[in-house]
Protein backbone atom coordinates (compact mmCIF):
# COMPACT_ATOMS: atom_id res chain seq x y z
CA UNK A 1 0.00 0.00 0.00
CA UNK A 2 1.16 3.69 -0.70
CA UNK A 3 2.11 4.88 2.61
CA UNK A 4 0.76 8.10 2.17
CA UNK A 5 -2.71 6.26 1.68
CA UNK A 6 -4.92 8.05 4.35
CA UNK A 7 -6.46 4.97 6.71
CA UNK A 8 -9.80 5.35 5.00
CA UNK A 9 -8.49 4.77 1.48
CA UNK A 10 -6.73 1.59 2.99
CA UNK A 11 -9.99 0.21 4.51
CA UNK A 12 -11.50 1.03 1.72
CA UNK A 13 -9.15 -1.34 -0.29
CA UNK A 14 -8.31 -4.24 1.88
CA UNK A 15 -12.34 -4.15 2.09
CA UNK A 16 -12.85 -5.25 -1.81
CA UNK A 17 -9.78 -7.60 -1.55
CA UNK A 18 -11.54 -9.31 1.47
CA UNK A 19 -14.87 -9.06 -0.58
CA UNK A 20 -13.27 -10.42 -3.99
CA UNK A 21 -11.27 -13.17 -1.64
CA UNK A 22 -14.51 -14.02 -0.41
CA UNK A 23 -16.70 -14.44 -3.49
CA UNK A 24 -14.18 -17.87 -4.22
CA UNK A 25 -15.73 -18.97 -0.83
CA UNK A 26 -18.42 -21.46 -2.21
CA UNK A 27 -15.73 -23.61 -4.69
CA UNK A 28 -16.67 -26.93 -3.75
CA UNK A 29 -13.15 -27.49 -5.58
CA UNK A 30 -10.70 -27.14 -2.84
CA UNK A 31 -6.89 -26.61 -4.89
CA UNK A 32 -8.98 -24.22 -7.50
CA UNK A 33 -10.57 -22.01 -4.35
CA UNK A 34 -7.07 -22.04 -2.78
CA UNK A 35 -5.51 -20.66 -6.55
CA UNK A 36 -8.09 -18.12 -7.18
CA UNK A 37 -7.75 -17.16 -3.80
CA UNK A 38 -4.53 -16.66 -3.49
CA UNK A 39 -4.08 -14.98 -6.87
CA UNK A 40 -6.86 -12.51 -5.97
CA UNK A 41 -4.72 -11.34 -2.80
CA UNK A 42 -1.36 -11.64 -5.36
CA UNK A 43 -2.68 -9.55 -7.85
CA UNK A 44 -4.74 -6.66 -5.54
CA UNK A 45 -1.25 -6.94 -3.77
CA UNK A 46 0.54 -6.23 -6.93
CA UNK A 47 -1.46 -2.86 -8.04
CA UNK A 48 -1.89 -1.29 -4.43
CA UNK A 49 1.96 -1.27 -4.21
CA UNK A 50 2.42 0.04 -7.73
CA UNK A 51 -0.77 2.69 -7.47
CA UNK A 52 -1.48 0.96 -10.97
CA UNK A 53 -3.21 3.87 -13.43
CA UNK A 54 -6.39 3.29 -15.16
CA UNK A 55 -3.92 3.45 -18.40
CA UNK A 56 -1.27 1.16 -17.23
CA UNK A 57 -4.14 -1.36 -16.77
CA UNK A 58 -5.58 -0.88 -20.20
CA UNK A 59 -2.04 -1.07 -21.56
CA UNK A 60 -1.59 -4.54 -19.56
CA UNK A 61 -4.80 -5.63 -21.31
CA UNK A 62 -4.03 -4.63 -24.66
CA UNK A 63 -0.12 -6.56 -24.70
CA UNK A 64 -2.29 -9.86 -23.13
CA UNK A 65 -4.87 -9.28 -25.93
CA UNK A 66 -2.01 -8.80 -28.25
CA UNK A 67 -0.14 -11.92 -27.03
CA UNK A 68 -2.76 -13.78 -27.61
CA UNK A 69 -3.44 -12.95 -31.19
CA UNK A 70 0.37 -14.09 -31.58
CA UNK A 71 -0.40 -17.80 -30.06
CA UNK A 72 -1.23 -20.35 -32.53
CA UNK A 73 -0.63 -24.50 -32.99
CA UNK A 74 3.32 -23.26 -33.83
CA UNK A 75 4.10 -20.13 -31.68
CA UNK A 76 3.00 -20.37 -28.03
CA UNK A 77 3.25 -16.76 -27.12
CA UNK A 78 1.91 -17.10 -23.40
CA UNK A 79 4.70 -20.15 -22.84
CA UNK A 80 7.40 -17.37 -24.28
CA UNK A 81 5.92 -14.83 -21.69
CA UNK A 82 6.26 -17.11 -18.65
CA UNK A 83 9.63 -18.40 -19.81
CA UNK A 84 11.18 -15.01 -20.53
CA UNK A 85 9.25 -13.65 -16.46
CA UNK A 86 10.81 -16.89 -15.39
CA UNK A 87 7.97 -18.30 -13.96
CA UNK A 88 8.44 -21.13 -16.14
CA UNK A 89 11.66 -21.84 -14.09
CA UNK A 90 10.41 -21.43 -10.50
CA UNK A 91 7.92 -23.66 -11.94
CA UNK A 92 10.07 -26.30 -13.09
CA UNK A 93 11.75 -25.72 -9.45
CA UNK A 94 8.46 -26.41 -7.80
CA UNK A 95 7.80 -29.41 -9.60
CA UNK A 96 11.22 -30.79 -9.90
CA UNK A 97 12.09 -31.61 -6.58
CA UNK A 98 16.26 -32.64 -5.86
CA UNK A 99 16.29 -36.36 -5.85
CA UNK A 100 19.80 -37.88 -5.67
CA UNK A 101 21.87 -37.21 -8.96
CA UNK A 102 18.26 -37.15 -11.11
CA UNK A 103 19.11 -34.68 -13.90
CA UNK A 104 17.84 -30.98 -13.46
CA UNK A 105 14.99 -30.11 -15.26
CA UNK A 106 14.44 -26.82 -17.56
CA UNK A 107 12.04 -25.06 -19.80
CA UNK A 108 10.15 -26.63 -22.39
CA UNK A 109 10.15 -23.85 -24.92
CA UNK A 110 7.68 -22.63 -27.53
CA UNK A 111 8.59 -25.20 -30.33
CA UNK A 112 8.21 -28.46 -29.29
CA UNK A 113 5.95 -30.82 -31.39
CA UNK A 114 3.90 -34.08 -30.96
CA UNK A 115 4.55 -36.70 -33.55
CA UNK A 116 8.24 -36.34 -34.26
CA UNK A 117 9.72 -38.81 -36.74
CA UNK A 118 11.32 -41.98 -35.17
CA UNK A 119 14.88 -42.28 -35.79
CA UNK A 120 16.66 -45.67 -35.23
CA UNK A 121 20.14 -45.45 -32.70
CA UNK A 122 22.94 -44.06 -34.56
CA UNK A 123 20.24 -42.21 -36.73
CA UNK A 124 20.32 -38.47 -37.95
CA UNK A 125 17.53 -36.31 -35.96
CA UNK A 126 18.67 -33.01 -38.32
CA UNK A 127 16.38 -34.01 -41.73
CA UNK A 128 18.64 -31.55 -43.82
CA UNK A 129 18.45 -28.87 -41.04
CA UNK A 130 21.89 -26.54 -41.45
CA UNK A 131 24.47 -26.86 -39.05
CA UNK A 132 27.61 -29.09 -38.10
CA UNK A 133 27.30 -32.08 -37.78
CA UNK A 134 26.99 -33.77 -34.09
CA UNK A 135 27.24 -36.91 -32.43
CA UNK A 136 25.11 -37.10 -28.85
CA UNK A 137 25.93 -40.01 -26.96
CA UNK A 138 24.48 -41.41 -23.50
CA UNK A 139 22.83 -43.16 -21.36
CA UNK A 140 19.33 -43.20 -19.37
CA UNK A 141 19.49 -44.80 -15.74
CA UNK A 142 17.16 -44.60 -12.64
CA UNK A 143 18.99 -43.46 -9.68
CA UNK A 144 20.11 -46.93 -8.45
CA UNK A 145 22.11 -46.81 -11.59
CA UNK A 146 19.50 -49.14 -13.40
CA UNK A 147 19.83 -48.46 -16.90
CA UNK A 148 16.64 -47.57 -18.45
CA UNK A 149 15.90 -49.90 -21.54
CA UNK A 150 13.33 -48.54 -24.13
CA UNK A 151 13.21 -45.24 -22.40
CA UNK A 152 11.47 -42.60 -24.58
CA UNK A 153 14.30 -40.01 -25.92
CA UNK A 154 12.60 -37.22 -27.71
CA UNK A 155 15.03 -34.32 -29.62
CA UNK A 156 14.74 -31.00 -30.85
CA UNK A 157 16.61 -28.16 -31.52
CA UNK A 158 17.79 -24.86 -34.00
CA UNK A 159 19.10 -24.78 -37.17
CA UNK A 160 22.46 -22.92 -37.68
CA UNK A 161 20.35 -20.05 -38.49
CA UNK A 162 18.93 -20.25 -35.19
CA UNK A 163 15.31 -21.18 -36.22
CA UNK A 164 13.09 -24.44 -35.90
CA UNK A 165 11.47 -25.99 -38.36
CA UNK A 166 8.20 -24.66 -37.27
CA UNK A 167 9.17 -21.27 -38.32
CA UNK A 168 9.50 -22.24 -41.50
CA UNK A 169 6.89 -21.93 -43.82
CA UNK A 170 7.23 -24.88 -46.16
CA UNK A 171 6.12 -27.77 -43.40
CA UNK A 172 9.14 -28.97 -42.90
CA UNK A 173 10.25 -31.60 -40.71
CA UNK A 174 14.02 -30.89 -39.22
CA UNK A 175 16.22 -31.23 -36.31
CA UNK A 176 13.72 -32.87 -34.49
CA UNK A 177 13.17 -36.61 -33.42
CA UNK A 178 12.43 -39.49 -30.50
CA UNK A 179 14.14 -42.98 -30.51
CA UNK A 180 14.33 -45.39 -27.73
CA UNK A 181 17.48 -46.91 -25.62
CA UNK A 182 18.29 -50.03 -26.13
CA UNK A 183 19.10 -53.08 -24.11
CA UNK A 184 21.39 -51.46 -21.56
CA UNK A 185 19.72 -48.05 -21.64
CA UNK A 186 21.75 -46.46 -23.98
CA UNK A 187 21.48 -43.76 -26.87
CA UNK A 188 23.14 -42.27 -29.57
CA UNK A 189 22.13 -39.95 -32.83
CA UNK A 190 23.55 -37.08 -35.19
CA UNK A 191 22.11 -34.11 -34.88
CA UNK A 192 23.89 -30.58 -35.34
CA UNK A 193 26.19 -28.79 -32.72
CA UNK A 194 23.71 -25.72 -30.91
CA UNK A 195 24.14 -22.47 -31.78
CA UNK A 196 22.83 -19.22 -29.91
CA UNK A 197 20.08 -17.63 -31.39
CA UNK A 198 17.21 -15.01 -30.42
CA UNK A 199 13.16 -16.16 -29.22
CA UNK A 200 11.13 -14.93 -31.20
CA UNK A 201 11.01 -11.37 -30.63
CA UNK A 202 8.80 -9.76 -33.15
CA UNK A 203 5.94 -9.84 -31.14
CA UNK A 204 4.48 -8.58 -28.05
CA UNK A 205 7.11 -10.32 -25.57
CA UNK A 206 9.63 -9.27 -28.02
CA UNK A 207 8.44 -5.70 -27.79
CA UNK A 208 8.88 -5.97 -23.77
CA UNK A 209 12.20 -7.11 -23.83
CA UNK A 210 13.15 -4.02 -25.88
CA UNK A 211 11.39 -1.87 -23.72
CA UNK A 212 13.12 -3.39 -20.54
CA UNK A 213 16.47 -2.96 -22.43
CA UNK A 214 16.86 -7.19 -22.10
CA UNK A 215 18.30 -9.60 -24.88
CA UNK A 216 16.25 -11.87 -26.04
CA UNK A 217 19.29 -14.08 -26.58
CA UNK A 218 19.27 -17.79 -25.83
CA UNK A 219 22.69 -20.04 -24.83
CA UNK A 220 23.16 -22.56 -27.14
CA UNK A 221 21.39 -25.54 -26.66
CA UNK A 222 20.10 -28.58 -27.50
CA UNK A 223 16.39 -30.07 -26.11
CA UNK A 224 15.25 -33.31 -24.25
CA UNK A 225 12.25 -35.25 -23.36
CA UNK A 226 12.95 -38.34 -21.53
CA UNK A 227 10.53 -40.91 -20.33
CA UNK A 228 10.22 -44.17 -18.63
CA UNK A 229 7.72 -46.37 -17.26
CA UNK A 230 7.68 -45.58 -12.95
CA UNK A 231 9.68 -42.38 -13.70
CA UNK A 232 9.02 -38.79 -13.60
CA UNK A 233 9.25 -37.32 -17.26
CA UNK A 234 12.35 -35.00 -17.43
CA UNK A 235 12.16 -31.36 -19.67
CA UNK A 236 15.29 -30.79 -19.86
CA UNK A 237 18.36 -29.02 -22.15
CA UNK A 238 22.04 -29.39 -22.50
CA UNK A 239 24.10 -25.99 -23.22
CA UNK A 240 27.35 -25.70 -24.78
CA UNK A 241 30.47 -25.08 -22.69
CA UNK A 242 32.52 -21.72 -23.22
CA UNK A 243 29.06 -20.22 -24.40
CA UNK A 244 29.19 -16.45 -23.63
CA UNK A 245 25.70 -16.14 -23.29
CA UNK A 246 25.27 -18.96 -20.36
CA UNK A 247 25.29 -16.32 -17.64
CA UNK A 248 22.29 -14.39 -19.50
CA UNK A 249 20.41 -16.79 -21.21
CA UNK A 250 16.95 -14.97 -21.83
CA UNK A 251 14.61 -17.40 -20.19
CA UNK A 252 16.65 -18.26 -17.45
CA UNK A 253 17.05 -22.04 -18.41
CA UNK A 254 20.88 -22.55 -17.80
CA UNK A 255 21.91 -24.99 -15.17
CA UNK A 256 25.94 -25.91 -14.53
CA UNK A 257 25.10 -29.55 -14.44
CA UNK A 258 23.42 -29.40 -17.72
CA UNK A 259 26.69 -27.61 -19.16
CA UNK A 260 28.70 -29.98 -21.90
CA UNK A 261 31.38 -29.98 -23.82
CA UNK A 262 30.82 -30.36 -27.40
CA UNK A 263 34.40 -31.43 -28.78
CA UNK A 264 35.26 -30.32 -31.75
CA UNK A 265 36.82 -32.71 -33.84
CA UNK A 266 38.86 -32.14 -36.51
CA UNK A 267 38.27 -33.04 -40.61
CA UNK A 268 39.08 -36.53 -41.16
CA UNK A 269 38.58 -37.53 -37.80
CA UNK A 270 36.49 -41.06 -38.04
CA UNK A 271 33.22 -41.36 -36.98
CA UNK A 272 32.13 -43.47 -33.87
CA UNK A 273 29.78 -45.17 -36.71
CA UNK A 274 31.89 -44.86 -39.52
CA UNK A 275 30.21 -42.11 -40.80
CA UNK A 276 31.84 -39.83 -43.88
CA UNK A 277 31.52 -36.66 -42.90
CA UNK A 278 32.83 -33.30 -44.56
CA UNK A 279 35.07 -30.90 -42.70
CA UNK A 280 34.89 -30.57 -38.98
CA UNK A 281 32.12 -32.09 -36.70
CA UNK A 282 31.28 -32.86 -32.93
CA UNK A 283 30.63 -34.86 -30.17
CA UNK A 284 29.20 -34.71 -26.99
CA UNK A 285 28.32 -36.85 -23.95
CA UNK A 286 24.92 -36.73 -21.76
CA UNK A 287 24.02 -39.06 -19.27
CA UNK A 288 20.20 -39.14 -18.03
CA UNK A 289 19.26 -40.05 -14.52
CA UNK A 290 15.50 -40.08 -14.24
CA UNK A 291 13.81 -39.73 -10.67
CA UNK A 292 10.94 -42.27 -9.67
CA UNK A 293 7.41 -41.16 -9.53
CA UNK A 294 6.25 -40.48 -6.14
CA UNK A 295 4.43 -43.66 -4.97
Not at 51 to 80: M, N, P, S, Y
Not at 91 to 106: R, S, V, W
Not at 165 to 170: F, L, T
Not at 202 to 214: C, I, N, Q, S
Amino acid sequence: MNPTSSPEQAAREEELVARVVASFDGCEDDRLRTLVQALTRHLHAFVREVRLTEDEWGAAIDFLTAVGHVTDDKRQEFILLSDVLGASMQTIAINNEAEGDATEATVWGPFFVEGSPEIELGGDMSFGATGQPCWVEGTVTSTDGTPLAGALVEVWEADEDGFYDVQYSDGRTAARAHLHTDADGAFRFWGITPTPYPIPHDGPVGRLLAATGRSPMRASHLHFLVRAPEHRQLVTHIFVAGDELLASDSVFGVKDSLVKEFAEQPAGTPTPDGRAVEGAWARTRFDVVLAREPR
